[in-house]
């Protein structure tokens, strides 16, 4: 019996969090994969840096791979230009070289704040997921929550940020004391999706809703029993929380400020399309599993 041999792979934003961790499983996995960087990180090898709205760039990476995975966006911005820029276009772009070339998968990381949507940054993320649904017919779309992988204390992550405040200070204020429910997306069952999409020869047209909810209390106590020291978290009514950002919305005051997520801390949004992950009767990672390996790296 034949051995398929492993699909070639374009991994898109690799200088981000979860790129930069997709290459990183992706080669010690095997397959072929190519990097790019809009930025300066791409200098370090083995990432190439690319414009992907230059359609010389995009086309000579696009001719020697079969998958797509694009991580690359915009997502600590409210301003809409910045965000049509960096999403919304460069997803045009791949659907038009993607057209003429449609053996090639799409593997697109939205967010679950295109449920509902939640903000400019989940209306930009909403746009491409129906540019997409519109645009291809061989195509996965991943909506992805907070996402707990490695622990890059320099980086943007929800809890990589979150992990550093524990440990670096005495004192943490958090809304509720982070007795609330947020959606969530362990890494490493982020990583077990792709290795089974990669995997799947036939097209197909695929939004899956690849998160669950965790109370952030319960996710910081895992964390904090495992670090040599943590602060001690101290509540803050939320109420009043949601109706400064609320005030602070409407009259667009201090925009830079996240008073989108403020406002919407705790509110779940169900999802009214896609599917689960859990329907692909995959591994499931244990939470603590994945804190384990985050307290693992800290310790290294």
Not at 157 to 162: E, G, V
Request: proline letters at 6%.
């Amino acid at each position: 019996m034949l051995k398929m041999s492993k699909p070639k792979i374009l991994i898109t934003g690799c200088s981000g969090y979860l790129g930069q961790q997709i290459f990183a499983s992706a080669t010690d996995s095997g397959f072929s994969a190519v990097g790019t960087s809009r930025g300066p990180a791409a200098l370090k090898t083995p990432f190439v840096q690319a414009d992907l709205l230059r359609k010389e760039n995009l086309e000579t990476l696009l001719d020697s791979v079969d998958v797509v995975l694009h991580c690359a966006a915009v997502t600590r911005s409210n301003d809409p230009k910045q965000l049509f820029q960096g999403n919304q276009a460069v997803v045009m772009a791949l659907i038009k070289a993607l057209k003429i070339r449609p053996q090639i998968k799409l593997i697109f990381f939205s967010t679950d704040q295109a449920i509902g949507p939640i903000g400019a940054y989940g209306h930009s993320k909403l746009e491409c997921e129906a540019s997409i649904q519109s645009g291809l017919e061989n195509y996965s779309i991943l909506r992805l929550g907070a996402i707990l992988g490695d622990y890059q204390p320099e980086g943007n992550s929800t809890f990589s940020k979150l992990t550093s405040q524990l440990l670096k200070k005495s004192v943490m204020l958090l809304p509720q004391q982070g007795r609330f429910l947020m959606p969530l997306s362990l890494y490493q069952d982020i990583w077990n999706l792709i290795k089974f999409l990669l995997c799947r020869p036939q097209k197909e047209a695929l939004l899956i809703n690849c998160f669950r909810y965790y109370e952030l209390h319960h996710v910081l106590k895992l964390l904090a029993e495992g670090l040599p020291r943590s602060a001690k978290i101290i509540p803050v009514p939320l109420g009043p929380i949601k109706i400064l950002a609320k005030v602070m919305i409407a009259a667009n005051l201090l925009p830079k400020l996240p008073w989108v997520g403020l406002a919407n801390i705790g509110s779940i949004a169900e999802p009214r399309d896609g599917i689960g992950f859990d329907q692909f009767q995959l591994p499931k990672v244990r939470i603590e599993d994945q804190i384990q390996l985050m307290l693992k790296q800290l310790k290294a």
